[in-house]
């Protein structure tokens, strides 16, 4: 049976995908999350807090439930232009945080149906 992959296996496949031409290193996960190296290394056997696995997500581009748990999509749904309905006039104006956390909460509006 194939071992579990860990937060950290997670964060340096987000990584990778990334920033497919650089090295990928613990100091830059570090630098993206805002932690120290040494914190980096610990995630081989645990997680981080949740502010920084959030702050690591939204630098990688990838969703806070797969890089903690590796369930639910990896990256972020794409919302078309025409899916925003009442938001369309502000959609522009929403950092890309605000609209991921507006499509997970769309789609657990739509699951709750």
Known sequence: MAKERSFYDRAMEGLRERFPRDKA?????????????????DWKEGSPAVDTGVRLAEAL?????????????????????????PLSPIWSTLTERQKVQLAQYADFIKDQR
């Open 61 to 85: 581009g990838v969703c806070v439930e797969w890089l903690y748990t590796e369930r639910g999509p990896k990256r972020p749904p794409k919302v078309a232009p025409d899916q925003l309905g």
């Open 25 to 41: 290193t613990q100091g830059k996960l570090a630098a993206l999350a805002g932690v120290k190296q040494p914190s980096v290394n």
